[in-house]
């Protein structure tokens, strides 16, 4: 976890994603993002230079084969606080609305059940899975569907729920997401959903992991290109 975490704590200083008495909570789905972000983040507290609390979130949408039980005992063995929120958001998206492009709508959905969670306990810092892979995913999806450049900051406020949203492992790149999840063995819940892996970011992905074999610095140049391109105002 060397790599990671020291990638977290740069971007933790970088862009000041948590401060002296924050109550982060992570957002976790059971994938290899968000268990990987519980386990940086349950481990930094030990040294970082701030002091924070932790706790995790899981947004149930309701589909029947969503076990979650080993996110329960992982959670329970580190002394982790851990809230599951069921909800119908499946049976909203796919039933009732029936939604042709359905993750937008989800998307939406479960980030005002994890918001409303938070609320309720106390907590002001929302911390997300997302990596340096996704943030360029992001960048070429708003380019080529939206004409828009584009992509999400490091830290976000929303001014409406007065919570801030984190993304620790911004610099850190899906492949080592990856090595670490496997070396730690950390529990690995798969998604239900019935689009999962057959979304407009997955043809991007390809698209970007065909960019990376003909230019293999072109990732770490473009996170470069986010933080140094003022004008483009992605990256504070």
Known sequence: MKRVLGCIRKAVE???????????????S???????????????????????????????????????????????????????????????????????????????MRRGALHNVMKERNLNVLALGHHCDDAIETLFMNMFYTGRISTFSPKTFLDRKQIHVIRPMIYLSEAQI????????????????????????EEIKSLMNHIYKDIPKARQKLITAFKNEEQLNLWF
């Not at 401060?19 to 957002?27: C, F, P, S, Y």
């Not at 309701?62 to 499946?90: A, L």
């Not at 950390?186 to 892996?197: A, E, F, G, H, I």
């Open 30 to 108: 059971g994938g290899k993002d968000s268990m990987i972000l519980l386990h940086a983040l349950n481990l930094f507290q030990y040294f970082s230079p701030v002091k924070y609390e932790l706790e995790a979130i899981t947004i149930s949408l309701g589909f029947d084969d969503f076990d979650i039980s080993s996110i329960r005992e992982y959670c329970k063995s580190n002394n982790i606080k851990y809230t599951v929120k069921e909800t119908n958001i499946s049976k909203i998206v796919f039933d009732v609305r029936n939604e042709k492009n359905p993750c937008s709508l989800c998307a939406n």
């Open 178 to 201: 990856i090595g670490a999840h496997n070396r730690h063995e950390l529990p690995l819940v798969q998604s239900p959903c019935p689009v999962d892996k057959k979304t407009t970011r």
């Open 14 to 28: 970088e862009f000041n994603l948590i401060k002296d008495g924050d109550r982060v909570a992570v957002g976790v």
